[in-house]
T-cell receptor, first 115, second 110 residues
Framework: GAGVSQTPSNKVTEKGKYVELRCDPI?????LYWYRQSLGQGPEFLIY????????DSGLPNDRFFAVRPEGSVSTLKIQRTERGDSAVYLC?????????????FGPGTRLTVL | GENVEQHPSTLSVQEGDSAVIKCTYS??????FPWYKQELGKRPQLIID?????GEKKDQRIAVTLNKTAKHFSLHITETQPEDSAVYFC?????????FGKGTKLSVKP
C-alpha cells in the first residue's frame, strides 16, 4: 500500500507569510506525528495526534505553530508569521496505534525555506 | 524531559569492517529504542528497534544492545558494505513521540 505522503515537497515563502503543510498518513494508522529536522540534526518532535485529538503538543516552539487533524486521517501543520529560523524539513510520521511500541513510518518531508 | 546523546558524529570504516554507534538516554522511563537510517535527501527508515524488556536483538548484519542500568544502547553493523553509508539516528521513546540523537554519518570505503 501507499506510504506516508506529504505535500508540497518544497515550499519557499517570505518572512511574515502564512504556510500550510499537509500530511497523508498510512490508511488506518491512528497515531500521527510531526517532526522538524534542521540541517545536520536529528528530527525534533513537534506534536502528535491520537485520532483527531492532539495527545501531546509540547514540542511546538511557540503559538505561531498549530496543527489539526479534523477527521482522524489527514493532518495540516500551520505556521503563521513565518521567520527565517522556521526553515527546515518538516517530517510527518504515522503508526498503527499510540504508545511507544509501534514503528513510526516517515513521509518524505516538506522542505520549507523562509526568505 | 528525555535527552539522547549519540556518538560518534562521523565514522569512517573500510568495507567489511564493523561499525559501532553508541547512544545514551536520560529518562529511565523510556522503553522503546529504534534506530533509523537516513540517506541524503530521503526519509528516515527504521532498521532495527529494541524494547526495554530485551537486552539484545539481531537482524542479519545489524544488532542492537541495550543496557538499562547504564541507560545506553548501541548499534552494531558487521561486514559493512558501501550501501551502508548514510546517517544513522538513535531515538528513545516513552509515550509515543521519539526523541532523536544528533546522528552519526557513516562512510564505508570500498
Amino acid at each position: 500500500g501507499a506510504g506516508v505522503s506529504q505535500t508540497p515537497s518544497n515550499k519557499v515563502t517570505e518572512k511574515g507569510k502564512y504556510v500550510e503543510l499537509r500530511c497523508d498518513p498510512i490508511s488506518g494508522h491512528t497515531a500521527l506525528y510531526w517532526y522538524r529536522q534542521s540541517l545536520g540534526q536529528g528530527p525534533e518532535f513537534l506534536i502528535y495526534f491520537q485520532g483527531t485529538g492532539a495527545a501531546d503538543d509540547s514540542g511546538l516552539p511557540n503559538d505561531r505553530f498549530f496543527a489539526v487533524r479534523p477527521e482522524g486521517s489527514v493532518s495540516t501543520l500551520k505556521i503563521q508569521r513565518t521567520e527565517r529560523g522556521d526553515s527546515a524539513v518538516y517530517l510527518c510520521a504515522s503508526s498503527p496505534a499510540s504508545g511507544s511500541r509501534d514503528e513510526q513510518f516517515f513521509g518524505p518531508g516538506t522542505r520549507l525555506t523562509v526568505l | 524531559g528525555e535527552n539522547v546523546e549519540q556518538h560518534p558524529s562521523t565514522l569512517s570504516v573500510q568495507e567489511g569492517d564493523s561499525a559501532v554507534i553508541k547512544c545514551t538516554y536520560s529518562d529511565s522511563a523510556s522503553n522503546y529504542f529504534p534506530w533509523y537510517k537516513q540517506e541524503l535527501g530521503k526519509r528516515p527508515q527504521l532498521i532495527i528497534d529494541i524494547r526495554s524488556n530485551v537486552g539484545e536483538k539481531k537482524d542479519q548484519r545489524i544488532a542492537v544492545t541495550l543496557n538499562k542500568t547504564a541507560k545506553h544502547f548501541s548499534l552494531h553493523i558487521t561486514e559493512t558494505q558501501p550501501e551502508d553509508s548514510a546517517v544513522y539516528f538513535c531515538a528513545a521513546s516513552m509515550e509515543g513521540n521519539l526523541i532523536f540523537g544528533k546522528g552519526t554519518k557513516l562512510s564505508v570505503k570500498p
